[in-house]
């Protein structure tokens, strides 16, 4: 019966809530264990163990390659339900979409490894692939069972040449644990400010039957987590940006914006103050346009944390016919409902008013008719006294409620398999997988830019007044309001098969005998993407739209195995291990591929082990990177053009800068106006897939240390250096790079650098939305990493005891990574641009990548008690520009500790309570002056980079965002 001990648990190398690299020592027991190919253990038999990272079983639990562990336990103490949670605060890993991305956010949960990507991280479940959720083909971390992980293991480094494609970065391989009895638990979680609630309730049953032959596990789950506004927190309540630090929004507010398109004599009228612009500041009535006392706070009505609602079912099975077959399976399927919640939509369009409808209608006053008439009387050519003036529209559309994103996805996975022993030496594994995964995106609150456009001038059969806040009635919403929706189907097929074994008892000195593995994999991937007939056409303002997107490829592969360990009588050891694999993929830019790894370990003594090993690795591009339709974003990003003031508050430009403006489109008398040329953060821009994409490649290096000194019983301490370089990698590089390339660096209009940027600009000067860049994909990358993974932990008992059962014990856990350079050069043919991205943030680094980054945990257990406690550190990062100009420059260093306290009430029930971010760590609470400033800015605490200011003026990922927040949760068992 799996009975809960938090003594064994913690009296091992994997101690509860820590997060462990091997070499992992088999933890206390009065048996051997044995856990198989799929991550079971039983006690008795032969001590064979399959490591992730290879596919031979073997008797230690040594290997070459650095491999961290977290034990089943931290999920517990941590009082987290959702994978995410622990994964991420693990130094090895740089937080990517999780359930705090709301803009950008498509309800997932990834992981990525060393920074360098969520496609370059393998995600494995017991050893083999798991589902994915879309034409990335990236896993979603929130349909692995939480409540059955037995442990999570994430080995550094390429590992092509074991597991295939995509794992550049490394892999991390999550084991599931069979259950023999009954286990019902739950967990309710709530911040300090009465918010973001969640609960979880789950079930399984498991059984051995026939005198252990077969084995049965059925499971359950349901989760619930509430929203969170970003205006529920005092630091993300207003939208920040600037130089200095003030009140900033969108230029698109519910009042509506004009900017006068015309030749027209502006002299007297609200729109000779500020660049021809104007806003209806009471309805009908047109006054000049000011900033940033008109900018829209978009920030209150966005979701900090965003909802999930989700239903896990699933089991697997095995029974063992005779000791040449054992027939397996294993059954999932999730329901993952996300909402995702933003400002209503902005829309903007280029028109003409028809002044006679508007006086008609009554939609403006007298004194706005004036205006329009003297700028129509004034205008020269064919619309002079025509009745119209050309106008720039830019609208907030309140009336048609909040822009919500719902993902609903629905994925199974189904895996059979049969395995065995065909002799003494020789086994065998093969199976069949398949998995689907489907999502419905259903969007509320978009708009039909036809049809808004129509309704405006008075081309359509219904016009309606968007001439001050609040104007819009319902029945003229219902003229332009649409529910757009998509979908994605993503499949993915594996069919596999592996001989592993021995050569007889042949062995070197005194060692176990030389192993090895070499078998075939078949891989199917398919994926799509199918918008509807307003998000497929680009007639939509609101969510992005996009094209369809549809493509499938398969890949044949051939591997091979071998470890030969030697060891002397004395005890010294040494052993060498080779891999490769040849992999026929039906891509014409890809075609057969090649990758390999081989590692070595020395023992002089038992006290230390030396490893290393070199990987090279292969990534075939995915569905979307070949295939996606053009799709619009809108990137946070700085036009050079833009000048002083603008968004990056960049000097107005002069000499070659000024003249390649002009030659681009850029009235002269508008540069450096950033009203005009740039009145918004993000700019649009388009995305596309590249069919002609060939494979990324990368090159690993581990070199590391294990020291056991008998001298100190308990003590593990374990270092390993990594160094990572992916070349020809895949990149759409930043709309910030792109322009860095073309406006700093190539200063040229003809120079292919600037391509994308040729007759992109309306006539005033700024990007057009209408006909915006175009960003596609390349193998022109090169990304690299390199650092230091760093691990103590001890164990000891304690001769005291508050329960009297004798001795306590005290564990003590570290695990850090010192970063010493993650780079990008987003383009090898210009060897000058790297963006160096170690201890930075910022628009080309993103997400902070902190120098040094460790969570620690120390336990105390005493009896049925344990109590424990977590630090986790990011150092201080700084902004990825020299320059002083994006507005916080240095995020100071962050310390969060978690407290946890947990409990057997019963052999049959534990229960637990604790407290994340004990000390209600957040970011700092902006103060402004009588004008909107931020008057502490240099006191901003955890406030990231404004241009990304739609992520609640923080990085929500890497930094906690809710406060205290506390936790209480039961296990029972029989």
């Avoid at 991390?172 to 259950?179: M, S, T």
């Avoid at 808004?452 to 319902?474: E, S």
């Avoid at 051939?558 to 040849?582: D, Q, W």
Wanted: proline content about 5%; hydrophobic content about 35%; glycine content about 10%.
């Amino acid at each position: 019966m799996n009975r809960f001990s938090k003594g064994n648990l913690l009296a091992g190398t994997i101690m509860a809530g820590a997060m462990v690299a091997t070499p992992a020592y088999a933890q206390d027991q009065e048996e051997p264990v044995t856990v198989g190919t799929d991550g079971s253990a039983d006690a008795g038999g032969e001590n064979l163990i399959t490591v992730t990272g290879s596919r031979i079983q073997r008797r230690n639990v040594e290997t070459a390659a650095p491999v961290a562990v977290v034990d089943s336990e931290e999920f517990a103490l941590s009082g987290t339900v959702n994978v995410e949670n622990v994964i991420n605060t693990l130094p090895q890993v740089v937080p990517g979409t999780t359930s705090f991305s709301n803009n950008p956010g498509n309800g997932t949960a990834s992981l990525n490894l060393r920074g360098l990507g969520a496609t370059r991280t393998m995600l494995l479940v017991n050893g083999r692939r798991w589902m994915f959720y879309d034409t990335n083909q990236i896993t979603d971390l929130n349909t692995i069972p939480q409540f059955l992980l037995e442990s999570v293991d994430v080995v550094t480094g390429g590992a092509s040449a074991v597991y295939g494609s995509d794992a550049l970065a490394g892999v991390v391989n999550f084991r599931l644990r069979e259950v023999d009895g009954v286990e019902i638990g739950g967990q309710y979680g709530l911040t300090e400010r009465g918010d973001g609630r969640r609960y979880q309730i789950h079930g399984a049953i498991g059984s051995s039957f026939d005198d252990g032959r077969g084995n049965v596990t059925v499971f359950g789950e349901y989760f619930n987590r509430d929203e969170i506004f970003q205006g529920d927190r005092t630091f993300s309540n207003f939208a920040l940006g600037g130089s200095p630090l003030q009140q900033l929004g969108s230029s698109l507010p519910p009042e509506t914006r004009l900017r006068y398109d015309g030749d027209g004599d502006v002299t007297g009228t609200s729109f000779e103050a500020n660049s021809d612009l104007a806003i209806f500041g009471t309805p009908g009535s047109l006054r000049a346009y000011e900033t940033p006392r008109d900018l829209y706070n978009y920030a209150p009505v966005n979701y900090l944390q965003l909802p999930q609602e989700r239903y896990l079912l699933g089991g697997n099975a095995s029974y063992e016919v005779s000791d040449a077959l054992e027939f397996y399976t294993e059954v999932a399927y999730t329901n993952n409902r996300v909402d995702a919640e933003l400002a209503p939509t902005p829309i903007l369009v280029n028109t003409f008013l028809d002044i006679d409808s508007l006086v008609a209608n009554g939609f403006i006053d007298a004194g706005t008719e004036a205006e329009l008439r003297q700028l129509d009387a004034s205008e020269t050519g064919a619309d002079a006294n025509n009745g119209t003036v050309d106008v720039q529209i830019r609208r907030r559309l309140e009336e048609a409620g909040g822009r919500r994103n719902l993902d609903e996805r629905n994925a199974f996975r189904i895996v059979t398999g049969a395995r065995g022993d065909i002799t003494d030496y020789l086994q065998y594994d093969a199976y069949y997988m398949y998995s689907r995964t489907r999502n419905a995106n259903i969007q509320q609150g978009n708009a039909s830019v036809s049809r808004f456009t129509a309704a405006v001038n008075g081309t359509g059969d219904t016009q309606i007044n968007i001439f001050g806040a609040g104007t819009l009635t319902p029945d003229m919403v219902d003229v332009f309001r649409i529910q757009a929706q998509n979908g994605d189907i993503s499949t993915l097929e594996v069919a596999s098969g592996v001989l592993s074994g021995t050569f007889g008892d042949f062995a070197l000195g005194e060692a176990e005998p030389v192993a090895f593995a070499f078998g075939t994999e078949y891989r199917a991937v398919s994926s799509r993407f199918i918008p509807d007939e307003f998000l497929a056409s680009g007639d939509v303002a609101g969510f992005n739209a996009g094209e369809p997107t549809e493509g499938a490829y398969d890949v044949t592969e051939f591997f091979g195995e071998v470890n030969i360990p030697f060891e002397t009588e004395s005890g010294i050891r040494f052993e060498l291990n080779g891999a490769a694999r040849y992999s026929d993929y039906s891509l014409d830019t890809v075609g057969g591929v090649w990758t390999y790894a081989g590692g070595a370990q020395f023992q002089p003594i038992p006290d230390i082990t030396l490893r290393g090993q070199y990987q090279r690795a292969v990534r075939a591009p995915n569905v979307g990177e070949l295939f996606q339709g053009t799709a619009i974003g809108f990137p946070g990003a700085n036009d050079p053009c833009a000048g002083d003031g603008g968004a990056g508050n960049a000097p107005t430009p002069t000499g070659a800068l000024l003249a390649l403006c002009q030659a681009n489109g850029v009235p002269a008398g508008n540069i450096g106006n950033n009203a005009v040329v740039q009145p918004d953060g993000q700019i649009a821009a388009l995305f596309g897939g590249n069919p002609n994409l060939g494979e990324e490649t990368s090159d690993s290096y581990t070199f590391g240390v294990v020291l056991q000194p008998s001298f100190i019983p308990g003590l593990t301490i374990t270092a390993d250096y990594f160094d990572i370089v992916v070349k020809d990698a895949i990149t759409t590089i930043s709309l910030e790079q792109a322009l860095d390339l073309c406006y700093n660096q190539a200063q040229d209009l003809n120079d292919p650098r600037c391509a994308t940027f040729v007759g992109t600009r309306d006539a005033q000067g700024a990007f057009s939305r209408d006909n915006p860049p175009v960003l596609g994909g390349a193998n022109i990358a090169e990304f690299s990493t390199s650092g230091i993974d760093l691990q103590v932990n001890y164990g000891t008992s304690v001769p005291f005891s508050l329960t009297g059962d004798g001795d306590s014990r005290f564990d003590v856990l570290f695990l850090g990574t010192w970063t010493e350079s993650n780079d990008t050069r987003p383009d090898v043919s210009d060897p000058t641009i790297v963006d160096q991205c170690a201890g930075r943030f910022g628009l080309t680094c993103d997400d902070p990548q902190a120098s040094f980054k460790w969570t620690s945990r120390f336990s105390w257990t005493d009896g049925p008690m344990t109590l424990s406690t977590r630090w986790r550190h990011l150092s201080a990062v700084n902004d990825d520009t020299d320059a002083d100009d994006n507005f916080v420059e240095r995020i100071d260093a962050y310390d969060l500790i978690d407290l946890t306290l947990s409990f057997d009430a019963s052999e049959n029930l534990t229960v637990s309570a604790g407290v994340n971010n004990l000390f209600d760590t957040l970011p700092s609470t902006p103060i402004f002056d009588a004008n909107g400033q931020v008057i502490n800015e240099t006191n901003t605490l955890l406030l990231g980079d404004f241009n990304n200011a739609e992520q609640s003026n923080t990085y929500p990922s890497t930094y906690d965002v809710l406060g205290r927040d506390f936790f209480v949760s039961a296990q029972f068992r029989f």
